[in-house]
């Protein structure tokens, strides 16, 4: 059967006419007239001409319903993204182009490496044009366009406003505060800066330091306290508690009482006995412990008189209190809270960690000075810490601003990898190649340490105070 | 880096077609632009979408917000509400997500949930047995939306004393709702953690709190 007679016998079928038996003469001239060739092949080429179109449609409806995800970019950041008709298994395209990716940026479409590439510079949720042609449609048809959503993120650092805080504050501090001093042979740099958290919404910095050096006997006093974000006016119970603590240890270690607690400790190293023990333990017990108890007394007090809860000057609390003897710098500490005190041999061989933190399973699971029950807790003599440093190197304090962007989680500060890291930043191992000297006639230390504080370190945006004893 | 997760449990029931579920999508839409012009949210912030009709799917894993694409979010012509076995899901989920402090590891912050119906739940008998699951998670705030007039506030104050009720489910209020949730999420953020309740942020003319 030839085209023409295929195509009518089931034309003619499906208009129920069948060509009977006697009708076959009929039917075979009918076929061959040429007018009728022609008629039918016409209707046949159109056919085709309709179904292919409706093949093209379809699959430019495929590849239209499709989503084509491209990652999203971040302005400033280098840019890479794979894009080919692999990755989305597009089989049916033959030949593809993007177009708009220069609204985002530096940013292009290396064809021969299948990737997207470059910097983008600018912010938003572009439209692209994927253009496309199928391997169904012939070479000098148009492109089919598709719109593609592409998002670039702004860059974080550049979101951050720094908005200074209300100087008419009751409880009003310096945004960033940098010292230096001399503690008898001991130099002690610290510097406490308002965290970008806290500057962009023109906030006040909660954290706090104080120190002192008795000149007349030797002991010297360094405090650090963290002032809980969400409490009212933490940014006074840390520098309340500091004060406390300072003036507590002021009070305390006059000349009498340093007199016979020096002799307590040296006989403690030179003539050591159960006996002796038991009553230095204790005297340390009394006079650190003692710190402790006064300055929750004190803030406790403070609320009262000034109708605030205790809860609303929460700050953590960390303290040291050392002295140089013969055989050693005696260092004795007191931390509650998530900030470490640790010292650091000179020649980097050593760390000692002088507290343990409180850290709860959720982030911000912290405890405070504030905190009622660390008094009455079992653990609480476990705060206190006594330790003879023969060859002293650094004494570090710090807040969790610091801690949390150079140490990340507690074990590290086990690691003396971390700590050689922590060194090399100061020494200038870092983005910004700011280096702290830490030497004693360094005219420029309070500078470099403010400087070296300013170092970005995405999700560290809260206050940072780093007390560094050399 | 501690991220602070973000749960929102969307109903997508048949009540919603229309011009409900195209609300939905612009606000949501707007919220997320909002948060990614907020540099804290953009360091911290992970998103997920749970939406139930007579499914119950995760639409969206935890996200991180910088590489969050939202997804459109469809729905049935019609069909039962299956919020407690949204719950169910949620909780799962939350606990697979959750990262807890650990020494070598940053705890994440206290998750925060958002739930918006324009109904009540179908299934009951799971709601019921979902509400004392949700509660047991540490989620740092639930905010419970009633959107519409259909919407019926005791069921969600089984879940969260914070409950909110839209009067109307268009374009607008949504939008305004949204807006307010990524301030609440922007409070969040500063005070992630610390606090034992999240305060919210006073809520726009449209957003009534039901107390």
Not at chain 1, 178 to 184: M, Q, R, V
Not at chain 1, 281 to 297: F, M, P, V, W
């Amino acid at each position: 059967m030839d085209r023409t007679e295929k195509y009518l016998s089931s034309l003619f079928e499906s208009y129920k006419l069948p060509v009977s038996e006697k009708r076959k003469k009929l039917f075979e001239e009918f076929v061959i007239d040429s007018e009728n060739v022609e008629m039918v092949n016409t209707i046949v080429t159109n056919q085709k001409k309709m179904v292919d179109s409706w093949k093209i449609k379809n699959l430019i409806a495929d590849v239209n319903e499709k989503q084509l995800l491209i990652p999203n970019a971040t302005v400033d950041k280098k840019y890479e993204a794979e894009f080919s008709l692999k990755k989305y298994n597009l089989t049916e395209i033959s030949d593809f182009e993007i177009e708009g990716l220069e609204n985002a940026g530096e940013l292009s479409f290396e064809k021969a490496l299948g990737k997207i590439t470059g910097t983008p510079k600018n912010s938003g949720e572009f439209k692209l044009t994927f253009k496309f042609k199928l391997k169904a449609q012939s070479e000098d048809s148009a492109f089919n366009e598709k719109q593609i959503s592409f998002i670039v993120n702004p860059n974080p650092k550049s979101l951050w406003k720094d908005l200074p805080s209300d100087t008419t504050d009751t409880y009003w501090k310096e945004d960033n505060e940098t010292i230096y001093s001399k503690l008898g042979d001991k130099q002690l740099v610290v510097s406490s800066k308002r965290g970008r958290s806290h500057a962009n919404v023109g906030s006040f910095r909660d954290d706090d330091f104080a120190y002192t050096h008795i000149e007349s006997n030797g002991w010297s006093v360094v405090a650090v306290s963290d002032g809980a974000g969400s409490a009212k006016i933490s940014r006074y119970g840390s520098k309340l508690a500091c004060q406390t603590i300072v003036d507590y240890f002021i009070d305390k270690l006059n000349d009498e009482f340093s007199a016979s607690f020096s002799k307590l400790i040296e006989d403690n190293h030179n003539t050591p006995s159960d006996e002796i023990k038991k009553e230095l333990s204790l005297s340390i017990y009394n006079l650190i412990g003692g710190a402790a108890n006064q300055t929750h007394k004190t803030l406790n007090e403070y609320a009262t008189t000034n109708n605030f809860t205790l809860n609303d000057l929460n700050s953590t609390l960390i303290y040291t209190v050392f002295k140089t003897f013969s055989f050693g710098t005696v260092v004795l500490s007191f931390g509650v809270g998530d900030c470490p005190i640790a010292h650091l041999s000179k020649d980097l061989s050593e760390v000692k960690l002088l507290n343990w933190l409180d850290v709860g399973e959720f982030g911000g699971g912290t405890r405070f000075i504030t905190t009622t029950e660390i008094f009455a807790s079992q653990k609480f003599a476990s705060r206190i810490n006594f330790k003879i440093i023969e060859n002293f190197g650094y004494l570090f304090l710090m807040t969790d601003g610091i801690y949390d962007a150079k140490f990340v989680v507690e074990a590290n500060l086990e690691k003396l990898e971390t700590w050689k890291e922590f060194v090399a930043d100061l020494n200038g191992n870092n983005e910004s190649s700011i280096k702290v000297n830490l030497e004693e006639n360094n005219s420029n230390l309070c500078n470099e340490l403010s400087e070296w504080m300013d170092f970005w370190s995405p999700g560290n945006h809260d206050d940072r105070t780093l007390a560094i004893v050399f | 880096m501690r991220r602070l997760p973000v749960y929102f449990l969307l109903d997508t029931s048949g009540s919603m077609y229309g011009e409900p579920i195209q609300a939905l999508n612009n606000a949501l839409s707007g919220m997320i632009n909002t948060l990614r012009s907020d540099p804290q949210a953009l360091d911290s912030l992970w998103l997920s979408i749970i939406t139930f009709d007579k499914e119950v799917k995760q639409l969206m894993p935890l996200t991180e917000l910088v590489n969050f694409q939202l997804p459109e979010i469809v729905c049935p012509q019609s069909g039962p509400t299956n919020m407690g076995e949204a719950l169910m899901l949620l909780c799962k989920t939350v606990k697979q997500d959750m990262r807890k402090g650990t020494e070598d590891q940053k705890g994440d912050w206290k998750p925060l949930l958002f739930l918006m119906t324009d109904g009540s739940p179908s299934d009951l008998l799971q709601f019921k047995e979902a509400v004392p699951q949700v509660k047991a998670i540490n989620f740092g705030a639930i905010i419970a939306c009633a959107a519409g007039p259909k919407s019926k506030d005791e069921f969600l104050k089984e879940i969260t004393t914070n409950v909110v009720h839209l009067d109307t489910a268009d374009s607008l209020t949504l939008k305004s709702f949204f807006k307010w949730v990524s301030d609440t999420i922007e409070n969040g953020n500063k005070s992630a953690g610390v606090t034992e309740e999240l305060a919210l942020p006073t809520p726009p003319s449209e957003v009534h709190l039901v107390i």
